[in-house]
């Protein structure tokens, strides 16, 4: 079994998902980054986009972020953001979309 980090997505208003995953895959402004257990440490802006995540027991689900902050440190992987809307079916267009309803109804 691959070695597994602690992941936790979450928005300005809810925590979208939190546990376990053997692989987390984001845009930074600095550009791609994939994370497996026991990276580096680092911090990092995330760019609005695609965040993959590979759960244990080959889960995986998608997310659409509007931008944020990625942090890794101590084999914990956060991914903080004022808005996001995950799929677990890995349909990152479906989230997209979700994330983009949620703009126009607040506004923005």
Request: hydrophobic residues 45%; aromatic residues 4%; negative net charge.
């Amino acid at each position: 079994m691959a070695a597994t980090m602690q992941v936790a997505l979450v928005s300005a208003d809810r925590e979208l998902w939190s546990g376990e995953a053997t692989v987390v895959n984001a845009r930074t402004l600095a550009g791609e980054i994939g994370i497996m257990a026991n990276h580096t440490p680092i911090m990092s802006v995330l760019a609005a986009g695609r965040v993959d995540v590979r759960t244990v027991n080959d889960g995986h689900w998608v997310a659409a972020v509007d931008g944020g902050f990625i942090s890794v440190a101590n084999n914990e992987v956060r991914l903080l953001c004022e808005r996001a809307e995950i799929s677990h079916e890995s349909d990152y267009e479906e989230a997209k979309r979700l994330l983009d309803e949620g703009a126009a109804k607040d506004g923005r």
